[in-house]
T-cell receptor, first 115, second 115 residues
């Protein structure tokens, strides 16, 4: 049973550039959430996608956008990168239905460094 | 007021002892609570979920929830050096809306199990 996968593993970008991160959810899951984790902090919720729509959004600027595809995979896009965007970006998958609906499983993450 | 609070530690316990990790949350109506383990440089791994008041046991792990006190804890029995990691408390806060799956994390408690 494949778990959550993310690509790339590491990424180095320059201020002002744009980046796209990718996520495939766990088999049987239909919901993808994205989190940002700065060093020494807990993950912070960016947004969640279900049925190809953004269901909920955290306190992040519009530079952060996303997409979900019919196969449930998802992308996170960040425009106009700032140094403060350097972090571990985590994708979490879950199933919208069932008794375990609220359990979220994380992928390995993408480490983004902005220079 | 911080929404999910944890003692950042580090918490050091000898091998074989019980490690006790604590978490408080601000939103009394919250319903879903999770503990994640995060090894250095890795992504969070879900180890326990709890939804009702009382204790929930899974192997060496016991989660305890007291909604009246807005308190959730994780006990690790017979602690092993391999348990050394940061433990993140996550709450699906009620304020985030009915049907929300947004998780709010504490900063995590770093646990060191001394051989």
């Amino acid at each position: 049973d494949a778990g959550v996968t993310q690509s790339p593993t590491h990424l180095i970008k320059t201020r002002g550039q744009q980046v796209t991160l990718r996520c495939s959810p766990k088999s049987g899951h239909d919901t993808v959430s994205w989190y940002q984790q700065a060093l020494g902090q807990g993950p912070q919720f960016i947004f969640q996608y279900y049925e190809e729509e953004e269901r909920q959004r955290g306190n992040f600027p519009d530079r952060f956008s996303g997409h979900q595809f019919p196969n449930y995979s998802s992308e996170l896009n960040v425009n106009a990168l700032l140094l403060g965007d350097s972090a571990l970006y985590l994708c979490a998958s879950s199933s919208i239905t069932g008794t375990l609906a609220r359990e979220q499983y994380f992928g390995p993450g993408t480490r983004l460094t902005v220079t | 007021q911080k929404e999910v609070e944890q003692n950042s530690g580090p918490l050091s316990v000898p091998e074989g002892a019980i490690a006790s990790l604590n978490c408080t949350y601000s939103d009394r109506g919250s319903q879903s609570f999770f503990w994640y383990r995060q090894y250095s440089g890795k992504s969070p791994e879900l180890i326990m979920s709890i939804y009702s008041n009382g204790d929930k046991e899974d192997g060496r792990f016991t989660a305890q929830l007291n909604k009246a006190s807005q308190y959730v804890s994780l006990l690790i029995r017979d602690s092993q050096p391999s348990d050394s990691a940061t433990y993140l408390c996550a709450v699906n806060l009620a304020y985030s809306g009915a049907g929300s799956y947004q998780l709010t994390f504490g900063k995590g408690t770093k646990l060191s199990v001394i051989p």
